[in-house]
């Protein structure tokens, strides 16, 4: 298996222009998770999806960002418009759910600067 | 007050040493206790996984829940270079949230 696969690795982008994050997870699993990470905050969950349905979005910081997730192989996270302190990594993970047993597994993440 | 308190560090120690790593938590409804370890520029991985308070052990790698003093640690035994990383603990509360420490940067110096 690939694993989790995330689109770009690197972004570079001006102040007001939309991001578009993208994200495959591995086949198979049920949940799907979009993190932030940075020096000052740490690993922080942005939103969770099960089965392509968003289940908890209590992170997403604020209306600029908004995330889909159309199909069970495929989710976006979408930054409109972008602000410098947006810069960070931004991780897509998944996992299943048996008994709350299983883990996530993390892609190799995005590294977003915003000028 | 952060639900789950991380050392950042930097920590570094010599080549063999014993590495102890701790998180403390506020919260008594976490029940599953995970170490993850992310090298740079790379996603986090899963370490270590355990439930309910003891020990846990995996190789060189022992996990430590104290749930009556809300303590988790994680103790590397024959440092190597290779461990060299970022350590973050996680905790699960609910189904699948998970709750991550600020992380603890190790250097294991050859």
């Known amino acids: 298996d690939a694993g989790v696969i995330q689109s770009p690795r690197h972004e570079v982008t001006e102040m007001g222009q939309e991001v578009t994050l993208r994200c495959k997870p591995i086949s198979g699993h049920d949940y799907l998770f979009w993190y932030r990470q940075t020096m000052m905050r740490g690993l922080e969950l942005l939103i969770y999806?099960?089965?392509?349905?968003?289940?908890?979005d209590s992170g997403m910081p604020e209306d600029r960002f908004s995330a889909k997730m159309p199909n069970a192989s495929f989710s976006t996270l979408k930054i409109q418009p972008s602000e410098p302190r947006d810069s960070a990594v931004y991780f897509c993970a998944s996992s299943l759910n048996r008994d709350f047993q299983e883990t996530q597994y993390f892609g190799p993440g995005t590294r977003l600067l915003v000028l | 007050q952060k639900e789950v308190e991380q050392d950042p560090g930097p920590l570094s120690v010599p080549e063999g040493a014993i590495v102890s790593l701790n998180c403390t938590y506020s919260n008594s409804a976490f029940q599953y206790f995970m170490w993850y370890r992310q090298y740079s520029r790379k996603g986090p991985e899963l370490l270590m996984y355990t439930y309910s308070s003891g020990n846990k052990e995996d190789g060189r790698f022992t996990a430590q829940v104290d749930k009556s003093s809300k303590y988790i640690s994680l103790f590397i035994r024959d440092s190597q270079p290779s461990d060299s990383a970022t350590y973050l603990c996680a905790m699960r509360k609910g189904a699948q949230k998970l709750v991550f420490g600020q992380g603890t940067r190790l250097t294991i110096n050859p």
């Open positions: 999806f099960n089965n392509n349905v968003p289940i908890d």
